[in-house]
């Protein structure tokens, strides 16, 4: 029980059942770690004395950590059954992630159009939910970020701060990335629509 209720705090409480089974069935290190800004989670095979191991970040809302786990547990499913012998997001791991996202689809975890986004989704899983600009999107309207926007909904020409605090001003999309000038060096730089940033001021 103190499995579940730890993780009921990162995600929906009707999933941490499930959740802390897996990790039973499978002796599976489950870790909650800082947030990284190059992943979400992370899966790592057996080697010699360690068993399965997972890690998640800690900074993502409710439903973003269940499907990130998820994403984890098929990878360690497809490791089981394949070991290195297929693509690590291959037919195989999608087949598995689809597998694993029943129960919780059937058990009415996630709201009405984050499940219709995550149906959507599994007709062709890829390599992470944040490259789905729909279930990217569907996930994002549930963090707590009040001060944050997605550059998608500033409007052209506004200025912007990322993280680093650097400013930006908005410029006009190329296909999928928006054209962005740094007003710290006068460089160009492409950015995600879904990048989130800091609006500062609205330019001319």
């Keep these: ?21 897996w990790i039973d069935y499978f002796q599976c290190e489950f870790k909650i770690s800082k947030g990284r800004a190059t992943k979400l989670g992370d899966y790592r095979h057996p080697f010699r004395d360690t068993g399965h191991r997972i890690s998640v970040n800690n900074n993502l809302n409710a439903y973003a950590f269940l499907v990130t786990t998820v994403h984890e547990f098929a990878h360690l499913l497809t490791w089981n059954d394949h070991r290195n012998k297929v693509k690590p997001h291959g037919n195989e791991w999608k087949h598995n992630f689809k597998r694993m996202m029943i129960p919780f689809l059937e058990n009415d975890v996630f ?94």
Excluded at 13 to 19: D, E, F, K, L, T
Excluded at 137 to 159: F, I, Q, T
């Design 111 to 204: 709201p009405e159009d984050l499940r219709k986004a995550i149906i959507g989704y599994l007709n062709n899983p890829s390599a992470a939910s944040c490259t789905d600009l729909k279930l990217s999107r569907a996930l994002k309207k549930y963090d707590r970020h009040m001060d944050v926007s997605r550059l998608e909904e500033l409007p052209l020409n506004a200025v912007f701060s990322i993280k680093d605090g650097r400013k930006f001003k908005k410029g006009e999309k190329l296909r999928k990335r928006y054209r962005c000038v740094c007003l710290d060096n006068g460089n160009i730089y492409l950015f995600n629509p879904l990048a989130e940033v800091t609006l500062a001021a609205t330019g001319t």
């Design 1 to 21: 029980m103190e499995k579940e209720s730890i993780l009921s705090q990162y995600m929906p409480p009707g999933a941490a059942p499930v959740i802390a089974k």
